[in-house]
């Protein structure tokens, strides 16, 4: 049953992406904030799909941690990335996102374009100190506008359990635009696995952690960034396996 619902899940989740990339086509002549709203409807409706198909519930955590319902002050958000899951799932949390991509998303027909007058944020990973600094430019740039700058400080997507693999890079970027951090613990990977087609029933944990107050010098930021966030997320990926055990998927 949970590889049908799985098939049916994958089936409809490209459906409508690929809808919502049409219309999000016509957003392109459109203020920037109209492709971010396509991109947010894009998140809801797969969340609800998530659960109405396959029973994956969301459970938030943390959100005293924000601004209100909706965030709207500039901050880095630093977060876990098990899964394509938190790419979409979150976007409804904030008013003005704009993500880290790596540079070859932006060359994806439509998706691409969207991304681009999204004003997301790409860096050439083979460009070294370079690229650095065009990010952390960019970066300071929309962040100066109020918008909320969304990280996956170890790159890509590493599955539950692995070894964390963080980049140094996220500890630049703190120390030079000087705002709040909030770091995000999560168990998408155990119900939405990396490269794999399954989707499990359950219970996707996300909690949003204490802020890290801008001001502490890198090295300080880099170690209590990662060890909040493993910490965390450890003790998430423990609840969802003991979930995953009682509904005898695991």
Same mark, same amino acid.
């Given at each position: 049953?949970?590889?049908?619902?799985?098939?049916?899940?994958?089936?409809?989740?490209?459906?409508?992406?690929?809808?919502?990339?049409?219309?999000?086509?016509?957003?392109?002549?459109?203020?920037r904030k109209a492709?971010?709203?396509?991109?947010?409807?894009?998140?809801?409706?797969?969340?609800?799909?998530?659960?109405?198909?396959?029973?994956?519930?969301?459970?938030i955590r943390g959100?005293?941690?924000?601004?209100?319902?909706?965030?709207?002050?500039?901050?880095?958000?630093?977060?876990?990335?098990?899964?394509?899951w938190e790419t979409?799932?979150?976007? +409804?949390?904030?008013?003005?996102?704009?993500? !880290? %991509?790596?540079?070859? =998303?932006?060359? $994806? @027909?439509?998706?691409?374009?969207?991304?681009?007058?999204?004003?997301?944020?790409?860096?050439?990973?083979?460009?070294?100190?370079?690229?650095?600094?065009?990010?952390?430019?960019?970066?300071?740039?929309?962040?100066?506008?109020?918008?909320?700058?969304?990280?996956?400080?170890?790159?890509?997507?590493?599955?539950?359990?692995?070894?964390?693999?963080?980049?140094?890079?996220?500890?630049?970027?703190?120390?030079?635009?000087?705002?709040?951090?909030?770091?995000?613990?999560?168990?998408?990977?155990?119900?939405?696995?990396?490269? +794999?087609?399954?989707?499990?029933?359950?219970? !996707? %944990?996300?909690?949003? =952690?204490?802020? $890290? @107050?801008?001001?502490?010098?890198?090295?300080?930021?880099?170690?209590?960034?990662?060890?909040?966030?493993?910490?965390?997320?450890?003790?998430?990926?423990?609840?969802?396996?003991?979930?995953?055990?009682?509904?005898?998927?695991?």
């Amino acid at each position: 049953m949970i590889v049908v619902r799985s098939l049916l899940y994958n089936v409809l989740f490209y459906l409508n992406l690929g809808v919502l990339l049409l219309v999000a086509l016509f957003t392109l002549l459109l203020p920037r904030k109209a492709v971010l709203k396509i991109a947010e409807l894009w998140g809801r409706t797969s969340v609800f799909l998530l659960r109405v198909v396959c029973g994956t519930k969301i459970e938030i955590r943390g959100l005293e941690r924000l601004a209100g319902a909706r965030l709207t002050e500039p901050l880095i958000i630093a977060a876990k990335h098990q899964s394509t899951w938190e790419t979409f799932a979150l976007l +409804k949390l904030f008013d003005d996102f704009t993500f !880290i %991509v790596k540079r070859e =998303l932006m060359w $994806i @027909p439509v998706f691409g374009w969207c991304m681009a007058k999204g004003r997301m944020i790409p860096v050439d990973r083979g460009a070294g100190s370079q690229a650095l600094m065009k990010m952390t430019e960019r970066a300071r740039e929309e962040i100066r506008g109020g918008r909320q700058l969304i990280i996956f400080p170890e790159g890509t997507r590493r599955a539950a359990f692995a070894e964390p693999r963080y980049k140094f890079g996220v500890a630049h970027l703190y120390a030079e635009i000087g705002v709040p951090c909030i770091p995000v613990a999560l168990n998408s990977g155990l119900f939405w696995p990396r490269r +794999k087609f399954k989707r499990l029933p359950g219970t !996707i %944990v996300v909690e949003f =952690l204490p802020p $890290i @107050p801008p001001g502490l010098d890198k090295n300080e930021f880099y170690q209590r960034l990662q060890n909040d966030i493993e910490t965390a997320t450890a003790r998430l990926l423990a609840e969802g396996q003991a979930e995953l055990r009682r509904l005898g998927v695991s």
